[in-house]
Nanobody, 124 residues
């Protein structure tokens, strides 16, 4: 069993930056790949970023590539999402999730633990 708690969301202006954190419980954190997803009002939850167990490899949705950076600290059981040059279309609830597979996946069905989410609102 893994529990995830996101933090760091807030209300910012377009062009600002935010850093989201996800604290994970459980001794198996370092053996699991992790991902970030987001869900805007009235829309499906969508993939944002993925990081492998070691943190060596990362993958991003095209919409955030070059602006968002996913990282992890296995010693702290934490994963992060650094967001720069935020846009109003980035407004959403952001979720971290534990991947059930080791390989990169954008499918929500391939993640078996989810946090409660943190709200990010970007004003124009």
């Amino acid at each position: 069993q893994v529990q995830l708690v996101e933090s760091g969301g807030g209300l910012v202006q377009a062009g600002d930056s935010l850093r989201l954190s996800c604290a994970a419980s459980g001794r198996t954190f370092s053996s699991r790949a992790m991902g970030w997803f987001r869900q805007a009002p009235g829309k499906e939850r969508e993939f944002v970023a993925f990081i492998t167990r070691s943190g060596v490899s990362t993958y991003y949705a095209d919409s955030v590539k070059g602006r968002f950076t996913i990282s992890r600290d296995n010693a702290k059981n934490a994963v992060y999402l650094q967001m720069i040059s935020l846009k109003p279309e980035d407004t959403a609830v952001y979720y971290c999730a534990v991947a059930a597979k080791l390989a990169w996946t954008t499918s929500r069905d391939d993640y078996d633990y989810w946090g409660q989410g943190t709200q990010v609102t970007v004003s124009s």
